[in-house]
């Protein structure tokens, strides 16, 4: 009987416990859509304004010939009245007034444009549109400093979002067979070796590790485990590598990480070459 009830208590502590992981995942992944959607309301509101910005400017510009399409017919009429001996000086004051009104209106429109094609030049800034015939070093380019940001102690997150078939993992991994078609996780670890290795000259020290996951059905799988299963199915929910129970967790810190994820030391780009390759065929 004492066997049996220390048989129970464990069986009900089990089943907390894994209770509790699945409110720890469904946390995460609740978190991980309210960004989603945070971030395309954002781009949401920023192509508006970009919008409004462009009917502004539309009105303004036109508001602004009208007004200078004025002038010199006012200019005219004014000579001629200086001409004409039988104006009244209280006509041509009126009409010098006018004139005065408008090439004023025309100043303050002109730095009116001004201004909105400075906020419509940074709203585009912030709107990056990339045409069908952008190179992947073009979009990398946008990116790069984001990656100079890691270096310098924040945290960055840079990540493909669509639908099947957009072009997500040719953008983030591309082709690495072809130089010219690397994606943008091989150009930015290449841009972070290349300038930590420039900064070791002024005493600067990087220890570098890798680590490379993905959730698929829900589940977190490690991809570059050495203990993966032979023969196990990568298309099944459950994790394929025996004995590790991946959790998100949090470190006294406040820093986001996975328990029991394969972590490797890397000190040159042809070891994370290695590994890139590896998770690539684990996928």
């Not at 907390?16 to 954002?42: G, H, M, P, T, W």
């Not at 990116?143 to 078939?165: E, H, M, N, P, T």
Request: glycine content about 4%; overall charge negative; hydrophobic content about 35%.
């Amino acid at each position: 009987m004492p066997m049996r009830r220390s048989f129970m208590h464990l069986f009900k502590c089990l089943n907390e416990f894994d209770n509790f992981l699945i409110r720890v995942v469904e946390s995460y992944f609740k978190l991980a859509i309210a960004s989603q959607d945070d971030d395309i309301n954002q781009r949401e509101t920023l192509v508006n304004e970009v919008k409004c910005l462009r009917g502004e400017l539309q009105q303004v510009r036109g508001d602004h010939e009208c007004q200078v399409s004025k002038v010199p017919a006012l200019l005219t009429e004014i000579e001629k009245f200086k001409e004409s001996a039988g104006k009244s000086f209280e006509e041509l004051d009126d009409l010098t007034i006018k004139s005065k009104f408008l090439e004023d209106t025309c100043s303050s429109q002109r730095e009116r444009i001004r201004i909105l094609e400075l906020q419509l030049a940074a709203a585009n800034e912030k709107l990056k549109v990339f045409n069908p015939e952008a190179s992947q070093q073009d979009v990398f380019v946008e990116i790069s400093q984001l990656v100079q940001s890691a270096l310098d102690g924040y945290k960055v997150c840079i990540f493909a979002y669509g639908q099947r078939g957009s072009g997500k993992t040719y953008t983030m991994m591309g082709r690495p067979e072809a130089p010219e078609q690397k994606g943008l996780i091989s150009r930015s670890l290449e841009q972070i070796f290349q300038i930590s290795q420039s900064l070791q000259a002024q005493g600067w020290k990087y220890k570098m590790q890798a680590s490379m996951l993905e959730i698929y059905n829900e589940t977190i799988r490690d991809l570059l485990s050495t203990n993966r299963s032979i023969g196990s199915d990568p298309t099944r929910a459950e994790s394929a590598v025996s004995g590790k129970q991946y959790t998100i967790k949090r470190d006294l810190n406040g820093n986001t990480y996975v328990s029991d994820l394969t972590i490797n030391d890397v000190s040159t780009i042809t070891e994370i070459s290695s590994l890139l390759r590896m998770a690539a065929q684990s996928r």
